[in-house]
């Protein structure tokens, strides 16, 4: 993968107050551009031997291939579930000015 490419990264939270401290925590270590927190899903699914059924909240995360991993390491180290869902899918194109916004932003950063 093109280290310049970007990435969204879609992790769900327990809640909307885990879903800010995370993506704050994130955006402010410059990992992600932007975050964007959705609403509130039903989200079921099978959880040592049982069916469970569990409000969440989608948080998707801007960011850049060559800092993704950074950005896995913090989002599993902080997040609240003992196993949380990290997805990353590669940008193939998009708007260039937001693009070129979002490396910035995080290039700029120190990556751990």
């Known amino acids: 993968m093109d280290t310049k490419s970007l990435v969204l990264v879609h992790t ?13 925590d994130l955006v402010e270590s410059r990992l992600a551009a932007c975050a964007s927190i959705g609403a ?8 040592q031997g049982r069916i469970e059924r569990e ?17 896995r390491r913090r989002l599993i180290d902080r997040h609240g579930y003992d196993v949380p869902e990290v997805l990353a899918t590669t940008v193939i194109d998009g708007n260039h000015e937001y693009m070129d ?9 120190k990556q751990e």
Request: hydrophobic content about 45%; aromatic content about 10%; glycine content about 4%.
């Open 40 to 47: 509130e899903m039903t989200s079921i699914y099978p959880w």
């Open 101 to 109: 916004w979002v490396r910035e932003w995080v290039t700029a950063g």
């Open 55 to 71: 409000q969440e909240v989608a948080l998707t995360l801007k960011t850049t291939s060559a800092a993704f991993g950074a950005l």
């Open 12 to 24: 769900s939270c327990s809640d909307r107050a885990e879903a800010e401290r995370l993506a704050r």
